[in-house]
Every structure is written in structure tokens, then in C-alpha cells.
């Protein structure tokens, strides 16, 4: 086993002497010392439980021969953030945690690292600073949380108490249900229950080799949860000695086994800007093209909330990601060779598991889509791109043309659906909330679930420069790109403007002149920004780069 040299020599006795006083012993610093990398906190569901997770992975460090020693960084909850100004920090914390980790690896000089998170930004975060610190690396998430029953029938955040406000706006149930739908919907802790982003950058880090078999299904509250982290210490162990690094695992072959897993299981929509991010930290070349070369040819063969009944418990107990898997492999989609953290090759990983409910994951000759999840769209409205998770859109809605009904904040459109403003036919364009602009690119949940919950996702669409949750379903647009801050079209749109929606032919345009757009580009006006100098949206806003290109850092 790999000594370590950073706390060995005279010159490093300061060094001892202050682990000493936190009671490490002089065996301790001559081991392999491994970084826990726990997000625990009390204000995620997702991350309360985090602590348990983390002393299993220190016990499986310690067995291996491994020094482990814990540090923390921040989370936001999204659900908690969401429909208020809170919701412009979580994707700008994406930065803020892989940068915090760079930081305590540097100082600390770890030989390896275990990450430990759950939900949305903290996962990518945590997989960019990997890639970022290239040292031996294991992912391990908390585990999604059990669905909730109100009334006999499956309920979970989106399904549950964010479609019930719509649903209680529109009369459909009254104060008393809604007080039951929310107090039904999150029974026990763990990343939402849904196919949401949490739950699909779990699952997505099987693909990419970064976790464990398991990490993205096993649930929370399940001893197996426990055993994998325990797994987890263990194997980081076997990659500091056979000296195996996240950027020998995360090559152009696994991010295109992570966007091809992704499109079979109908993951959510915040994946294109996490893979690339990630992708940019592992100098792996990476676009937006790449994810609708592979949607077109990958079948979508799950259906879990919210694009459909089924959930993540569900999907795990029909045989989880590595039977998703199993079967792309067998449909000549995957690259099996890719090496992972368990020191074996992808194809090596999952080659015992099987598909035990062919309803909850179908035959690839029996999809529940031809396409995969997502789509990525193009037109003179997004010239750079937009995204839509084409799996959790009514088939009605997949081809629509209607008024545009033009909203600058989040805020303003969500009070217009609510009051009632809003009808069968119009699309809802909502700008000035994508990465600069918002700044922090905010997710627009509350409006989405409220369109649901009144009954109009079958007639009415929703287009942004910002982007949606994971937990969003209908004919939600986002990443419009380039964005209203940069004078990108959709900053010039108008009150009843026709935009017209092709989602088999990945149109989205407006009905304008290219003479019209840019006369009207020509008197547009960059507005001043939101954020209030000298904070870090401030700060995030002059450095945070298009959605096209994953929101990542330009210096």
C-alpha cells in the first residue's frame, strides 16, 4: 500500500503535532489519507441522513488500510429554493463546492477521495472537482427517499404537493387535501423520489463509471444503502494502490454511455448542463449536439414519475441502472469497455444483471418511446440550442403554434397562470432568468406544476432562457439559448407573436422576418443586472458562460 509522504520528515513535526491534537495517532499519517467529502446538513431531506453514510464509508476506508478524514461543503435544496430568489444560488453552488474541494484537496493533499451527495448541484459539483483534482475518486449518493400514498394512489414532491397547488388554485381539492398531499408526499429522507436530476445524476454516475453499481436506485432508508458507502471506502483503497483516477475513467466513451443511459431512462433535462460541466473539467469534448445524435437512436424503455407513475424504488427493484444498462449493451449502444471505480470494466459490472419487471424497464423492441428523453431544439427563437425532456410531453403537445404571452421573471408568469390569465393555446415565454441574466439560470417548478395542476399541460406551453427541475413535465422549453442578457432572440420577443414548437423535427422558431428580428435586435437594450454588487451572483454573473455550453466558468 501507497505511503504517505506529505506529513513524513523533520521539517513536517508542526505538521503531526496539529493531528495530534485532534487525536489521530502517528500510524494514522503514514496510511493513505483519504478525504470524506460529506455534504450532511439539516436543511436537504436529501442530506439529512448523510452523516450515517459518511461514518460507513469511513469504516470501509479504515478496513482497506486508509486514513479517512471527513470535511464538509454546502447544499441547497431546490425544492426549498424554489419559486423565490433562492432559486438564483443552486446551480451557481455547483461552482462554489467543486472550487471548495479543490481547495481542502490542495491544502490537504489527500490521496484519494470519496464523495458523498445527493441532490442536484452538490452531485455535479462533487464530479466536476473530481475531474478538476484528477486524484483516485469514488462517488456515493444517499439514496433516494420512498414514495408517499395519499388516498391509495402514489404521490412524491411533484406529483404530490407542487401539482396540488394548481389543483387547489383550480378548485379540484380543497385547504384540507392539500394539507394532506403535502404532509403524504416526502415520507422518509433521500433525494426526491421521481426521475428527477437528483436522482438521474445518481443514476448517470453508474454510467460514467464514477459510482458504484447500485448508487442511483438503492433507497435511502435501505441497510443496502449503508453497505454500498461502507463498499465505497473500501474501493477507494483499491484505486489509490492501482493508482486508478477519475480522468482514466471519465473518457469521451463514458460521457456518451452517460447521455445514452440518460435518454433510456427519461432523465431530467438539467443533465445536458451538469454532463458538460463535467465534461469541461475532464477536457473531454462535449456538446449539445452529441446528446440528440444519441437521443434519435436511443429508445426511452422507462416511464418513472414525472413522466410517469413509476419511481426510482420501482426502477431499483426491477434490477436498477445496471439492467438499464445490460440492455443497451445487448442493443450494441453502450461502450462496454470503459474502465469504472470498481476497477473492472463497465461491461464487467453489470454483466449479472437482469430485467425482473419488463413494464417499469421495457425491451428496447418495446419502448415506451422510439426517441430518448430528452430533445435538444434549434431555430431562429434558439439558434444556440434549447432543451426539452421530450418523454414527459403529452403527444398532443409535441407539435404546437400559439401566442406568445411574454413574462421577464419567473414571478410575473407564475402570478398570471395563477390568477388565471393564461389559456388553452398560449406559450408562456418567460426571459431574463437564464445563467447571467438571473443570474443562477433559476428552475421554473412553481409555474410548470401549476399548469399541470390546472389542467392545461395538454394545451398550453412554457418556453425559457432559464431551465426546469427534473420533477417538470409537459411542453417545458428551456435553456433557450443564447439568452435574454445577451441579446439573444428571445429578448426580442412580443405579446402575441406566433411560436411554433416542432419536437420530432426539433424546430423552435418564431413567426418573424429575419429583417423583423433584427430591427428589432437593433433597438434592444441590455438591461442592468439583478444581482447587487459585490455579491457572488455578481461575481457569477461576469463569469458564468451560455447554457449551450453547460454554464460553466469563462476567465
Keep these: 500500500m501507497k505511503i504517505n509522504n506529505t506529513y513524513q520528515g ?18 494514522d499519517l503514514k496510511k493513505p489519507i483519504i478525504g470524506v467529502v460529506n455534504a450532511h446538513n439539516e436543511v436537504i431531506p436529501g442530506h439529512f441522513h448523510l452523516d450515517e453514510i459518511a461514518q460507513a464509508v469511513k469504516l470501509g476506508v479504515s478496513a482497506g488500510g486508509g486514513t479517512p478524514m471527513e470535511f464538509p461543503v454546502i447544499g441547497i435544496c431546490d425544492g426549498i429554493a424554489m419559486n423565490h430568489s433562492g432559486m438564483k444560488y443552486p446551480l451557481s453552488t455547483r461552482e462554489l463546492i467543486a472550487d471548495s474541494i479543490e481547495a481542502m484537496t490542495v491544502a490537504y493533499k489527500f490521496d484519494g477521495l470519496v464523495l458523498i451527495g445527493n441532490c442536484d448541484k452538490i452531485v ?3 464530479m466536476m472537482a473530481a475531474a478538476r483534482m484528477n486524484i483516485p475518486a469514488v462517488y456515493i449518493s444517499g439514496g433516494p427517499m420512498l414514495t408517499g400514498s395519499h388516498k391509495g394512489k402514489t404521490v412524491d414532491l411533484i406529483r404530490g404537493a407542487f401539482e396540488a397547488v394548481g389543483s387547489y388554485v383550480e378548485g ?75 480522468r482514466d475513467i471519465l473518457t469521451l466513451g463514458a460521457f456518451r454511455n452517460a447521455v445514452t443511459v440518460d435518454m433510456a431512462i427519461g432523465g431530467s433535462s438539467n443533465t445536458v448542463l451538469h454532463l458538460m460541466a463535467i465534461a469541461n473539467e475532464a477536457k473531454v469534448p462535449l456538446d449539445l449536439e452529441v446528446f440528440d445524435e444519441i437521443s434519435r437512436k436511443v429508445a426511452n424503455i422507462t416511464k418513472l414519475s414525472p413522466a410517469g407513475t413509476y419511481s ?13 444498462i445490460n440492455q443497451l449493451i445487448k442493443a450494441g449502444m453502450i461502450y462496454p469497455d470503459e474502465i469504472t471505480v470498481t476497477g473492472k470494466t463497465l461491461g464487467e459490472s453489470v454483466a449479472k444483471a437482469s430485467v425482473w419487471d419488463n413494464d417499469v424497464i421495457r425491451d428496447m423492441e418495446n419502448p415506451y418511446n422510439k426517441e430518448g428523453g430528452i430533445a435538444i431544439l434549434r431555430g431562429n427563437l434558439a439558434p444556440d440550442g434549447a432543451v426539452i ?30 390568477s ?29 406544476a401549476a399548469i399541470v395542476g390546472m389542467g392545461l399541460e395538454k394545451s398550453v406551453a412554457l418556453i425559457t432562457d432559464g431551465r426546469f ?58 438591461p442592468p443586472s439583478k444581482a447587487e454588487e459585490g455579491t457572488y451572483l455578481y461575481r457569477y454573473s461576469k463569469l458564468v458562460t451560455s447554457a449551450s455550453t453547460g454554464a460553466v466558468f469563462k476567465y
Design 172 to 246: 379540484n381539492i380543497d385547504a384540507q387535501q392539500l394539507e394532506e398531499i403535502e404532509m403524504e408526499s416526502c415520507p422518509t429522507c433521500g433525494s426526491c423520489a421521481g426521475m428527477f436530476t437528483a436522482n438521474t445524476m445518481n443514476c448517470l454516475a453508474e454510467a460514467l463509471g464514477i459510482g458504484l453499481p447500485g448508487n442511483g436506485t438503492i433507497p435511502a432508508p435501505y441497510g443496502q444503502r449503508k453497505q454500498l458507502a461502507r463498499r465505497a471506502g473500501l474501493q477507494i483503497m483499491e484505486l489509490v494502490k492501482e493508482n486508478i483516477r477519475p
Design 124 to 126: 455535479p459539483g462533487m
Design 389 to 418: 425532456k421530450q418523454s414527459a410531453v403529452e403527444p398532443e403537445m409535441m407539435l404546437h403554434k400559439g401566442p406568445a404571452r411574454v413574462f421577464e421573471s419567473e414571478e410575473e408568469a407564475y402570478d398570471a397562470i395563477i
Design 10 to 27: 523533520v521539517d513536517r513535526a508542526p505538521h503531526r503535532s496539529l493531528f495530534y491534537a485532534m487525536g489521530y495517532l502517528p500510524e
Design 312 to 324: 426510482i424504488t420501482d426502477l431499483h427493484r426491477a434490477g436498477g441502472i445496471s439492467a438499464v
Design 469 to 526: 427541475s427534473g420533477g417538470t413535465r409537459g411542453p417545458c422549453i428551456g435553456h433557450v439559448s443564447p439568452e435574454a442578457s445577451e441579446g439573444g432572440p428571445i429578448a426580442i420577443i412580443q405579446e402575441g407573436d406566433i411560436i411554433e414548437i416542432d419536437i420530432a423535427n426539433r424546430v423552435l422558431k418564431v413567426d418573424l422576418s429575419d429583417e423583423e428580428m433584427q430591427n428589432r435586435l437593433k433597438s434592444w437594450t441590455q
Design 420 to 448: 388565471k390569465k393564461i389559456v388553452s393555446g398560449d406559450v408562456v415565454v418567460i426571459r431574463y432568468e437564464g445563467p447571467k441574466g438571473g443570474p443562477g439560470m433559476r428552475e421554473m417548478l412553481s409555474p410548470t
